[in-house]
């Protein structure tokens, strides 16, 4: 069994800027992509980014690409989601998801995390 923690999300002004952290641990496997999706009040969740196995590719959902930057620290077991320009449209409950697969695609997720709130204030 994996556990997923999140971190670092908060309350920021549009224009702004936060990282959160995800952090496995249980049985981790460094080896399978990681996910950020995002989910706000009354909408389904969505798809934010992803990141292959080793780091060398990434994907990103289209309302943020070109503000946000997933990265991961495979020795320390984390991911990040760096989210800079930030709108009042980012505001949602962000998750962290551990794939099934090596590669960044949109593909099924095998855990998730409990999710860190993020709003973003005009």
């Known amino acids: 069994q994996v556990q997923l923690l999140e971190s670092g999300g908060g309350l920021v002004q549009a224009g702004g800027s936060l990282r959160l952290t995800c952090t496995a641990s249980?049985?981790?496997?460094?080896?399978?992509?990681m996910y950020w999706y995002r989910q706000a009040p009354g909408k389904e969740r969505e798809f934010v980014a992803v990141i292959s196995w080793n780091g060398g590719s990434t994907f990103y959902g289209g309302s943020v690409t070109g503000r946000f930057t997933i990265s991961r620290d495979n020795a320390k077991h984390t991911v990040y989601l760096q989210m800079n320009s930030l709108k009042t449209e980012d505001t949602a409950v962000y998750y962290c998801?551990?794939?099934?697969?090596?590669?960044?695609?949109?593909?099924?997720?095998?855990?998730w995390g409990h999710g860190t709130q993020v709003t973003v204030s005009s």
């Open positions: 998801g551990q794939g099934k697969g090596l590669n960044a695609n949109v593909g099924p997720i095998a855990f």
């Open positions: 249980g049985r981790t496997l460094s080896t399978v992509a």
